[in-house]
């Protein structure tokens, strides 16, 4: 059975930081791109970081630019997003989703369409206060 677990979300005041994983099992990592995304209460789904092997490129929403940090430990299956300097803003339930092919993550960010990923977590939890 393939999993998408994400963790690491809670309340924290703002200029905190969390840091976000994404630990996959049941599937073959190396051959999957992890994509963060959030959504805020009220609002559509929007891409936050992704990596681009192809492209060579690591992809930042302009809200999280220079306070988010995607990275990757391939030993444990897991991405991590760092966030720091958090927002009231940066509220949201955060997923992580997986792709095949790769090729979902742009030099404007992840693709949008939500049913074109073969996997998403649950969701976790980030609550900023201000």
């Known amino acids: 059975e393939v999993q998408l677990q994400a963790s690491g979300g809670g309340l924290v005041q703002a200029g905190g930081s969390l840091r976000l994983s994404c630990t996959a099992s049941?599937?073959?990592?190396?051959?999957?791109?992890i994509y963060w995304f959030r959504q805020a209460p009220g609002k559509e789904r929007e891409g936050v970081s992704c990596?681009?092997?192809?492209?060579?490129?690591?992809y930042y929403a302009d809200s999280v630019k220079g306070r988010f940090t995607y990275s990757t430990d391939n030993a444990k299956h897991t991405v991590y997003l760092q966030m720091n300097s958090l927002k009231p803003e940066d509220t949201a339930v955060y997923y992580c989703?997986?792709?095949?092919?790769?090729?979902?993550?742009?030099?404007?960010?992840?693709?949008?369409?939500?049913?074109?990923?073969?996997?998403w977590g649950l969701g976790t939890l980030v609550t900023v206060s201000s």
């Open positions: 989703a997986a792709d095949l092919l790769g090729h979902r993550c742009t030099p404007n960010g992840p693709v949008a369409i939500t049913t074109l990923y073969d996997y």
């Open positions: 049941g599937l073959t990592y190396d051959d999957y791109a």
């Open positions: 990596i681009s092997r192809s492209q060579g490129m690591t």
